[in-house]
């Protein structure tokens, strides 16, 4: 292998999104992807959530229950499980979003639901030997509200469950990228200042330490000559509370008012080379199969598909 640069290891599979349109896959096109997957050299995926407001990937009776959620047709999380154990990669589970309590501010009901459904996950699925960790999916950008107690609590209950499993959380940077895809604007005026962001992660980082093992910050927010003293902050950071630093690597981008499209080559050789240089050697991204794969609804993904091949063959 190649120590000179980094390499996209593993994925976010986002099937329950709102924010970018359903491709309508079925098996045979889940099937496949896995194996372009394999061909680029990736090793694992993140569910990026079970479950958004109404539509759930799995049939939880306590979110059928408790939250009317729609009962899905399909068991996606069986039928990933299962493409993980054929395909030899590692499968991290995504927690539920509600989409209201915690981003109203009612964090613990957030906290209770959740682990109710990591209970009920762990005892359909643990059996699999491709479960290998948990996804925190509440994404913050700094210590606001009661963060620190939801990931604290919901790492230490996913832990706890699961026999000490690794837990994973991928935060963003309040950058002047940082807006609503609700609207065509790319930027905002202010950014969060590099002194503002350690203070913030510092204290989020010690609250969490033990309960949280990896942490994959996105890098998108903030403008491409920012990245390097933002992820080496991260980094060091991370080492201080001895967790593991991946970066999240998004192969769309965030510079179109078109969103959102797949990225640019060079812009995202540019931003592992980056993270290479601020001493990250694994990446994940957001997110192969509708920014890279050669099947995507996108054309131009398997165009970034066949560049990212190139660069692994140099």
């Not at 098996?27 to 194996?35: M, N, V, Y």
């Not at 990669?89 to 309590?101: I, M, N, V």
């Not at 950014?191 to 330490?209: P, Q, V």
């Amino acid at each position: 292998m190649n120590k000179k640069k980094i390499r996209i290891t593993g994925t976010f599979l986002d099937e329950i999104s709102h924010d970018i349109p359903h491709q309508n896959w079925g098996a045979k096109e889940w099937s496949e992807d896995f194996i372009w997957m394999s061909k680029a050299d990736l090793k694992r995926v993140i569910l990026i959530r079970c479950g958004y407001k109404n539509w759930i990937t799995y049939p939880s009776e306590i979110l059928i229950k408790q939250e009317k959620a729609i009962r899905p047709h399909w068991d996606l999380v069986s039928f990933f499980l299962q493409c993980c154990e054929k395909n030899n990669f590692e499968f991290y589970f995504g927690l539920y979003d509600s989409g209201k309590y915690w981003v109203n501010g009612d964090y613990k009901k957030e906290i209770q639901l959740n682990k109710k459904i990591i209970s009920e996950v762990w005892h359909l699925y643990g059996h699999s030997k491709a479960f290998k960790g948990w996804y925190l999916s509440q994404e913050c950008s700094h210590n606001s509200g009661e963060i620190i107690e939801l990931y604290h609590e919901l790492g230490s209950h996913c832990k706890s469950v699961s026999n000490g499993l690794a837990v994973l959380i991928s935060p963003y940077i309040d950058g002047e990228k940082n807006v609503s895809q609700y609207i065509t604007n790319t930027q905002k005026k202010s950014s969060i200042t590099l002194d503002d962001h350690f203070k913030s992660w510092n204290d989020i980082f010690s609250g969490i330490r033990s309960a949280v093992d990896i942490v994959a910050f996105q890098d998108g927010h903030v403008h491409y000559d920012q990245l390097y003293e933002f992820i080496k902050v991260n980094k060091e950071l991370a080492d201080q509370n001895k967790m593991t630093s991946w970066i999240n690597s998004e192969t769309f981008d965030r510079d179109m008012p078109i969103k959102f499209l797949p990225i640019k080559w060079d812009k995202l050789r540019f931003k592992l080379d980056t993270a290479f240089k601020a001493g990250i050697e694994d990446a994940i991204t957001f997110e192969f199969s509708h920014f890279m794969s050669p099947q995507s609804s996108y054309l131009q993904a398997g165009h970034l598909y066949n560049r990212y091949l190139e660069y692994l063959k140099e």
